[in-house]
């Protein structure tokens, strides 16, 4: 049996642990012969989109095969409306039995229905990585792109397919109400984290490495966040003021990720030395070992993939509340924010290292509910079914 992963709508970055790569990983693990048709875009190695200069087939960091396929010329035309050199050929070539196809939003998936058309006993399933927190952000984009553009393209696929997935409750509402497809065609397939990176991080040693690299002793209580510090997330600079307001010296705040040239001077001075402590970028093979070193996980601003990441490592978080992304919540593992306010998050923050048997509740659950719920080898298996 075999599948192939469809990433033309999307991004496909080698060595990251993002659904893309998550999914074919543990299709491979669980038996099936597997295979990725993707687009030219990966990510630099500062986690900055980019893309290939051509391309090209090779055998990936799980020994899955990628194709990449060419964009057609014009490449300014193109590369917006996602249109490709040889679709159909590479699907002819790679005979997929079940075609798991990520993010419905790419003209070729006209290709792809020709091909699916010619081979009925082909199984479709597409996701959806698109809400309103990152599209439909402005009146193009909503009502030319999402509600005419996408809307046809989902639609030309959806005869053919089993299943929708939002990867978010938001994402589930998305495909519903803006490409309005059949509510009983589209689930919610959570994110996850890798059971094998799990495994390897979740260890005292390795905790007591990350720990010791940055001066942080056994008995501090460690805060972290991490990501793509940006315009869309300039709460991260909140949860820097509310640390730094923390007088308990046992409280302290690890950042990592890429800060753009715009926020950083402002960035720069709320770094406060052996309490505010920036790392820089640190690799996505090794965000598991940085995440397991932390007390608390604090995500203030927009949703990013580490919230299911760091569910499934047991972490207990403080997240901002967001309509459509509650599914994080096991029942007490999580905080919400609801304002963009460092007030809030210092009172929050206070609350758990005040009262330790309120976080050692809010532990517990993490512990024993994360990886029930947010084991990518346990999502690989639910999404065929």
């Known amino acids: 049996m075999k599948i192939v992963h469809m990433c033309l709508g999307c991004f496909f970055p080698d060595n990251y642990?993002?659904?893309?790569?998550m999914l074919p990983k543990f299709h491979k693990e669980l038996g099936y012969e597997v295979e990725v048709i993707a687009s030219l875009m990966t990510f630099d190695k500062d986690g900055k989109s980019t893309f290939l200069k051509k391309g090209v087939i090779y055998q990936n960091e799980y020994d899955i095969k990628v194709t990449r396929l060419d964009y057609k010329t014009p490449?300014?035309?193109?590369r917006k409306l996602k249109r490709y050199n040889g679709t159909i050929g590479a699907l002819e070539k790679a005979k997929p039995d079940i075609l798991f196809i990520h993010g419905c939003q790419f003209m070729d998936i006209d290709e792809t229905v020709k091909y699916v058309k010619s081979n009925p006993g082909?199984?479709?399933y597409v996701d959806n990585h698109a809400d309103f927190s990152n599209s439909a952000r402005n009146w193009f984009s909503k009502n030319i792109l999402h509600k005419m553009l996408w809307r046809y393209t989902a639609h030309i696929i959806e005869p053919y397919t089993s299943k929708f997935y939002g990867v978010l409750p938001a994402r589930v509402d998305f495909l519903e109400h803006i490409y309005n497809l059949p509510k009983d065609k589209c689930e919610l397939l959570v994110m996850g984290a890798d059971d094998d990176k799990v495994e390897a991080a979740n260890r005292p040693e390795i905790r007591k490495e990350i720990r010791e690299k940055y001066g942080?002793?056994?008995d501090d209580f460690l805060i972290m966040t991490g990501g793509k510090i940006d315009s869309f997330k300039t709460q991260t600079l909140l949860l820097m003021e509310a640390v730094a307001k923390i007088k308990n010296p046992k409280?302290?705040?690890l950042v990592f990720g890429s800060v753009t040239p715009d926020l950083k001077e402002r960035f720069n001075k709320l770094c406060v030395e052996e309490k505010v402590i920036y790392v820089g970028w640190v690799k996505a093979e090794n965000s598991y070992s940085y995440l397991t070193a932390a007390d608390l996980l604090v995500f203030p601003g927009r949703h990013s993939v580490f919230w299911e990441q760091a569910c499934g490592q047991g972490k207990p978080m403080l997240v901002k509340y967001w309509d459509g992304t509650t599914h994080v919540d096991l029942g007490g593992n999580i905080g919400?924010?609801?304002?963009d306010s460092a007030n809030e998050i210092y009172e929050k923050i206070k609350e758990l290292t005040?009262?330790?048997e309120k976080f050692e509740a809010m532990k517990a659950v993490a512990e024993s509910k994360g990886m029930e719920v947010f084991s990518y080898k346990k999502i690989a298996e639910r999404c065929l079914q």
């Open 17 to 21: 642990s993002y659904q893309e790569n």
């Open 75 to 78: 490449l300014k035309v193109y």
């Open 122 to 124: 082909v199984k479709v």
């Open 216 to 218: 942080i002793t056994k």
């Open 251 to 253: 409280v302290k705040l």
């Open 336 to 339: 919400f924010l609801y304002k």
């Open 354 to 356: 005040d009262f330790p």
